[in-house]
């Protein structure tokens, strides 16, 4: 059952033996994708394993650290019509990268698929599923399965036209909670996004994880993507929400610190969503404020 509509991305940094699974079961996969890696500038000797041992995986060595957009460097090489991200600690079931592209293929309009998320090892639920499935945005009736104001990139098929036309990842955000912009600028240009409950993605966090400066990341690009997108008094109140709400440490002020250097280009950059755009952020900030899931900005 090989597939080729389907491109693989996985972005990397000194994780060899998670990478070095998660190719593994990328290569077992009935649809047989090409895979992409990016090795962002790994010090443990990344990128020759992957040249020894997966010498079929076209491998991007940028030379820095590149965070999220070293997918947007693999994109531009992809030649499928469908991209499909991976971490290099979770991998696709069998099946799921075609199912993601038969919706793709049903639905013009349909930007991303994001998948069931099962953390291992025991296949739990990851909590984020159930606040995918109950997805409080309205979406058009074609749509296949609940519509989502933002996607989780390691665990989404999406339409690779969409991603370049989008910009891909905002390069001043690097890594945690990047996707969120991508999100609502992909819904501008006409696009929806939705989550498909039938499609498979393993989850096995590495151990090797920065996770304060993970966070510390979040919350500076939460506050980054509310004061570019959101309009005056939504962001205004997002932003006092999470002064109010994260915790009180060295690594909540330096987030906002960073954040707050950064405000002249962001008013340069800065774009107000559209009305009907900005009404399902709103939604989905209820929904959120009530989820038990995990948050970058937590």
Do not use: K
């Amino acid at each position: 059952m090989t597939d080729a509509r389907t491109t693989v991305v996985v972005i990397t940094h000194n994780r060899r033996p998670e990478l070095l699974r998660t190719l593994d079961r990328l290569a077992e996969l009935p649809e047989q994708p090409a895979v992409i890696v990016v090795d962002n500038a790994s010090s443990d000797g990344t990128a020759d394993a992957v040249v020894r041992r997966h010498p079929g995986v076209r491998l991007l060595c940028p030379g820095r650290n590149l965070g999220a957009v070293g997918r947007n460097l693999a994109v531009r090489e992809v030649r499928t019509p469908y991209v499909a991200f991976c971490d290099d600690d979770s991998w696709w079931s069998p099946g799921s990268l075609s199912g993601a592209a038969d919706l793709l293929d049903r639905h013009p309009a349909l930007a991303t698929v994001t998948a069931r998320i099962l953390v291992e090892p025991g296949s739990t639920e990851d909590p984020i599923n159930e606040e995918l499935r109950d997805s409080p945005v309205r979406g058009p009736d074609w749509l296949p399965g609940p519509a989502l104001g933002s996607f989780l990139a390691a665990a989404t098929v999406l339409r690779a036209d969409a991603f370049r036309a989008a910009g891909g990842f905002h390069p001043r955000l690097w890594l945690g909670g990047e996707e969120e912009l991508l999100a609502v600028d992909l819904a501008v240009n006409g696009w929806w996004l939705t989550y498909a409950d039938d499609l498979t993605i393993h989850h096995q966090p590495s151990v090797v994880r920065d996770s304060t400066l993970r966070r510390a990341h979040g919350i500076r690009n939460t506050l980054w993507f509310t004061w570019l997108r959101r309009p005056a008094g939504p962001a205004l109140r997002r932003t006092l929400h999470l002064a109010r709400t994260v915790p009180r440490d060295a690594v909540s002020l330096r987030a906002f610190a960073e954040a707050t250097v950064a405000l002249p280009w962001v008013l340069r950059e800065r774009r107000v969503l559209p009305t009907e755009v900005e009404a399902r952020l709103r939604l989905l900030e209820e929904a959120q404020r009530r989820s038990s899931a995990r948050r970058y900005v937590g």
